[in-house]
């Protein structure tokens, strides 16, 4: 929150130092090409964006996009194995016949269809962060943006999100709410925009459930 907080007076303070007269009106077909991330501490997700729609006046965009994302969800307890069996101090050997349990009983070994003789444990000393990020996820969505300012060439602007997405966690929806700042160049469409904010993506599997997530985003306005 404060992070956010303190984007929000960077943009803000951007507007006032460029509050010079911007003539070109920035109205008619508006293309964004951008690059976001949104993660938190289980589950994150990354890709590229293209929105295309009509600027109606220099406040006000609507139009519709799509994202190719890749990302996952995060373990932080990965699954380790040891063999079953037991060890003879006497002679330095491992005998893997029958195993001893924790209250001391023995349990005779009976081999799986593949053959290993191993139980699954997790290992709590070696922890690593495991990933999964191989999972492609498609957002289909609308996109409403505001430039606050309408002369200046820096402005701070607020951009909504809202679509579905289809992938390996489901098919549903997602809303995505970015607080950034444009920043003009030249007199034509073209201008430098990044941001930050909230997404909230409604997942229901066995493996995951709905993500409140932090999103960046970086592109460019043509």
């Not at 964006?49 to 990965?78: D, V």
């Not at 997790?122 to 990933?131: F, G, H, R, S, Y």
């Not at 430039?147 to 489901?170: D, M, Q, V, W």
Request: proline share 3%; hydrophobic share 35%; glycine share 12%.
């Amino acid at each position: 929150m404060k992070t956010l907080f303190t984007i929000i007076l960077l943009t803000i303070a951007l507007s006032v130092f460029g509050q010079c007269e911007y003539t070109h009106e920035n109205q008619g077909i508006n293309i964004f090409l951008e690059a976001d991330g949104s993660a938190n501490l289980d589950f994150a997700l990354g890709g590229p964006a293209l929105t295309i729609g009509y600027q109606f006046n220099p406040h006000f965009f609507f139009g519709c996009g799509m994202s190719n994302k890749y990302g996952g969800t995060r373990s932080a307890r990965p699954v380790d194995t040891k063999p079953l069996g037991w060890y003879d101090a006497n002679d330095d050997t491992f005998h893997d016949d029958y195993f001893i349990d924790e209250k001391g009983e023995r349990h005779k070994i009976i081999d799986n269809p593949y053959g290993d003789r191993y139980t699954v444990y997790e290992n709590e000393d070696d922890c690593e962060e495991c990933c999964d990020y191989a999972e492609p996820v498609l957002d289909i969505y609308m996109d409403v943006r505001y430039n606050f300012l309408a002369h200046s060439r820096y402005t701070p602007y607020i951009n909504l999100k809202t679509g579905g997405f289809f992938g390996r966690h489901g098919n549903s929806n997602f809303d995505e709410l970015i607080l950034g700042c444009r920043l003009g160049c030249g007199e034509g469409d073209f201008a430098i925009i990044g941001g930050a904010g909230w997404t909230f993506r409604r997942i229901c599997t066995d493996e995951l459930k709905n993500q409140h997530l932090f999103t960046l985003s970086l592109g460019v306005e043509f």
